[in-house]
């Protein structure tokens, strides 16, 4: 049976590590593995023959470390050694680069004060770079590292070369700085220390900005209630959230979270599902209603019995899925991928065919070193490497802040091409949920009383039409006592309230009728119940699944995406017709089976649509499935959500808008990235080659593509909702 084992992944400078690292695990039998640079993960799904042990083998035979993930939080470090590293090499290069640009400030034996500070700039500065091209050439292999530790050393070991047994130790040495190749005798000190630290402050901030993408996953997993009071042998006590059990009984007070999913047994209370969800209006939660791990207990006191804890609640399982998400790749990151694999030794070939170029058309040893020095620093790939995973970790992140969940880079591809949307009716479209629409009182009563006496006596019965004639009646106010209650299945129930005999059954009520046609909107296919008090018609409920508040505006804005709305259910055609028109879409299919619903997606396919399927229940599941893109709402089945590519944690059908936006958000991102990086590197090495770069400039230049590609990304972590529908 095939298992998912992750690794944590040590000593990765760059996306030419990754695709190495990944190339050797790949090459075991049955492995399928993927390396993300950006998370410092491996990933891989291998057969029962291969342990933890032999992937780790492989790892450490490539020349990096790895370990599987510890459990215990990360512990914030007092003190980072890249920024001690980089502020020591900062201190010690400036003098150096200002003497070798200012010539006027070039006094006698300057050159030599010059050596004194760039040597520790380039060993100790530079040791992270020359020790990977160790590593990396002891395994016959070159990376990005290879490529500043060849080009950096050679500007230094030039120089020394220069001054020890050249003229550029002469008293009165003077060179001018220039942004192109130099005809003349020079040294490169500011080079070779400028090159350094440049790239040791590009790879900083590169980390910090990476630290910062994987904020919004930090902090969904910080969300959850670190203590709880639970309830065991009787007794009152707190514990650590982690060491709940199913079953247990634990106390969720005002303003606290709810420690894990669970049901409540006692209470009634608001819970804000904002941290969570991203929604903004809380939900009332009473006895018997499920409750999310991670809610910020908003109103009264509430007893929970836990369902699920640790990897099984939902807050897990999201974080789940956007951990998941990001080890993905588009087919054009691949594609990067596999031109960084053969980029670094194609550089090298490059660099020593501009040094014997231009040694061979007669100018000068400087000149033509200063070229291909460049070359080499120029030509660092890590600015692909970067432009994928960057981008899913704040997408993703965001998404996840929103109640969207991304399964995938290959989610994100599908939104592009998507032009058809099919919507579940139940649950999707409406809320899923039986409601009063609508209160018919007859001539001798008024609709509070009606619901008044309809609601105290459906208060002691279970029927869910019982319970939302009940929420109807009590959002209007308290309820009185109901006594000789009765209960009489496929007829109704019957009660004593305030001295009358009340009855409540179905009945059939024609919409067009005398009594019912001066109520306008009524619902077309709703359920009736006829409220009688002392053997007199006292009015009529009509029951139905409203259709959600934001619906109509959300399939507004889908059309504005360029999708085609479609409603598929399988109620009949005048419930679903009236749907329909209240929302505002116009293609129907109606009476359709579950297996009819991947028939609907399958046929819209054959005739060339590109086809997302929103639902919620098992029936859907098969359908979600089939489609190019499945969005499944977050209040749905566990099968549903397994079945889809995207996850609507936000239980509204505004939801989809929002991910398909920041779907495409994220994919135009990725790509914008990667086309500046190929557009970088393709632009760059034709100038180095040509002499028009100083090696210093280069090696800025580099570092500053990597630093773009990553707040490129973080761009993501300020899309905000569609504003046609966001609340205020």
């Known amino acids: 049976m095939p298992q998912v084992i992750e690794l944590e992944i040590g000593g990765m400078t760059c996306a030419s590590c990754a695709s190495r690292i990944e190339k050797k695990l790949n090459r075991l039998d049955g ?67 200002v003497l070798a640009m200012v010539p006027a400030w070039q006094f006698d034996y300057w050159q030599w004060l010059s050596l004194v500070l760039a040597s520790p700039v380039v060993v100790y500065g530079g040791w992270p770079f020359h020790r990977a091209a160790f590593v990396n050439l002891r395994h ?80 969904l997993l910080e969300l959850g209630a670190k203590t709880v009071t639970v309830r065991r ?31 409540v047994l006692d209470g009634a209370s608001a819970l804000d599902l904002s941290l969570l969800t991203g929604e903004s209006v809380p939900v009332e939660v009473r006895v018997g209603d499920p409750v999310t791990g991670a809610t910020l207990n908003a109103g009264g006191r509430l007893v929970v019995r836990a369902t699920k804890v640790g990897a099984d609640t939902q807050l897990a399982q999201m974080a789940r899925l956007v951990e998941d998400a990001q080890n993905g790749k588009a087919a054009v990151q691949r594609l990067a991928d596999r031109i960084s694999a053969i980029f670094v030794p194609v550089v090298l070939l490059l660099a020593a065919g501009t040094l014997g170029f231009w040694l061979g058309t007669g100018h000068g040893a400087s000149a033509a070193f200063t070229a291909a020095v460049a070359v080499l620093i120029i030509a660092c790939p890590c600015a692909l490497g970067l432009a994928t995973p960057t981008a899913l970790l704040v997408g993703t992140g965001r998404g996840a802040q929103l109640g969207i969940l991304i399964r995938g880079v290959e989610a994100l591809e ?24 609508s209160v018919v009182p007859a001539a001798s009563s008024s609709e509070d009383q009606l619901l008044r006496l309809a609601g105290a006596v459906e208060a002691a019965s279970e029927h869910p039409l019982g319970r939302a004639i009940t929420a109807a009646a009590r959002s209007a106010g308290p309820l009185p006592p109901v006594t000789e209650f009765r209960a009489t299945a496929g007829v109704g129930v019957r009660g004593r309230v305030d001295g009358l005999l009340v009855e409540v059954g179905t009945a059939t009520v024609a919409a067009d009728s005398p009594t019912m046609r001066p109520h306008q909107n009524l619902p077309a ?83 060339g649509r590109t086809v997302a399927m929103v639902g919620d229940g098992v029936n859907d599941a098969a359908a979600l499935a089939q489609s190019d893109l499945g969005l499944a709402m977050g209040a749905g089945t566990d099968v549903a959500i397994q079945a889809s590519d995207l996850t609507l944690v936000r239980d509204d059908l505004t939801a989809a808008v929002d991910a398909v936006r920041l779907s ?15 557009a970088y590197n393709v632009a760059a090495l ?30 993501l972590r300020r899309f905000e909702p569609d504003r046609h529908f966001r609340r205020v």
């Open 664 to 678: 495409r958000r994220t994919l135009a991102i990725i790509r914008g990235n990667l086309f500046w990086a190929f």
């Open 686 to 715: 034709p100038l180095a080659a040509a002499g028009l770069l100083n090696p210093m400039i280069a090696g800025a230049t580099m570092a500053l593509s990597s630093i773009f590609v990553v707040l490129n990304s973080l761009r």
């Open 31 to 97: 492995v399928t593995a993927t390396v993300n640079y950006a998370t410092e993960k491996a990933r891989a799904t291998v057969p029962s023959s291969v342990s933890v042990a032999d992937l780790i083998a492989v790892v450490e035979k490539t020349g990096y470390t790895a370990a599987e993930p510890s459990a215990a939080p990360e512990q914030p470090e007092t003190r980072d050694p890249l920024r001690d590293r980089l502020i020591i090499s900062a201190v010690l290069s400036l003098p150096v680069v």
């Open 233 to 263: 042998d009787g007794r009152e006590r707190e514990i650590p959230a982690s060491d709940l059990r199913v079953g247990d009984h634990f106390l969720v007070r005002p303003g606290e979270k709810v420690a894990t999913d669970g049901v």
């Open 414 to 437: 599908s939104t592009r091409r998507v032009d058809t949307i099919v919507l579940d009716k139940t649950g999707t479209v409406t809320t899923g949920r039986m409601s009063v629409v």
């Open 140 to 219: 016959g292999a070159a990376a990005m590292d290879t490529l500043v530790s060849v080009g950096t050393l050679a500007a230094y070991g030039w120089s020394l070369w220069a001054l020890f047994l050249g003229d550029a130790g002469m008293p009165g040495m003077t060179h001018p700085f220039s942004l192109t190749a130099s005809a003349g005798d020079a040294i490169y000190l500011e080079a070779a220390a400028g090159v350094t630290t440049f790239l040791l402050a590009g790879r900083y901030l590169e980390a910090r900005a990476k630290r910062r993408a994987g904020d919004a996953l930090r902090a």
């Open 525 to 607: 296919a709703a359920t009736w119940v006829e409220v009688r008090a002392e053997g007199t018609v006292r009015g009529w409920l009509a029951l139905a699944d409203a259709v959600r508040p934001t619906s109509a505006a959300a399939i507004a804005s889908l059309r504005r995406l360029g999708l085609e709305p479609m409603l598929v259910t399988g109620d009949a055609a005048e419930v679903a017709d009236a749907v329909a028109a209240e929302v505002g879409i116009t293609q129907v299919f109606a009476g359709v089976l579950p297996a009819g619903k991947v028939e609907v997606v399958k046929r819209l396919q054959a005739n």
